[in-house]
């Protein structure tokens, strides 16, 4: 795959035994449990705050969270189901107070 002139690679599929459990990007109110869900990029290679719950097929009570960091999309992979940051005063989310991006 390549976009603005640079190759990604080969998309992959997560596999059968993969399941989405749920995405929550920013720009969402309410998390997506089914249909699709958008993870926006801008040219100077920010995105927005995202957590992308993964589970085994089958499985409800366990699993892995991507969670995408806006400044640098650096993602980081954490036990279990993570939410975003708390959104402060003003409806933004904040690094501050405790989180360890």
Same mark, same amino acid.
């Given at each position: 795959?390549?976009? +603005?002139?640079? %190759? #990604?690679?080969?998309?992959?599929?997560? /596999? +059968?035994?993969?399941?989405? *459990?749920?995405?929550?990007?920013? *720009?969402? +109110?309410?998390? *997506?449990?089914?249909?699709?869900?958008?993870?926006?990029?801008?040219? /100077? /290679?920010?995105?927005?705050?995202?957590?992308?719950? #993964?589970?085994?097929?089958?499985? &409800?009570?366990?699993?892995?969270?991507?969670?995408?960091?806006?400044?640098?999309? !650096? +993602? !980081?992979?954490?036990?279990?189901?993570?939410?975003?940051? &708390?959104? %402060?005063?003003?409806?933004?989310?904040?690094?501050?107070?405790?989180?360890?991006?």
């Amino acid at each position: 795959m390549e976009i +603005a002139g640079e %190759n #990604l690679g080969e998309p992959r599929d997560l /596999g +059968a035994s993969i399941d989405y *459990h749920q995405v929550q990007t920013e *720009h969402d +109110a309410d998390p *997506h449990t089914d249909g699709r869900a958008y993870l926006y990029f801008w040219p /100077g /290679g920010e995105t927005e705050w995202a957590s992308v719950q #993964l589970r085994r097929a089958g499985e &409800k009570s366990t699993g892995l969270t991507v969670l995408v960091s806006p400044l640098t999309g !650096r +993602a !980081r992979i954490e036990r279990g189901y993570v939410g975003l940051p &708390k959104r %402060n005063r003003e409806g933004d989310i904040s690094e501050v107070e405790g989180d360890s991006w």
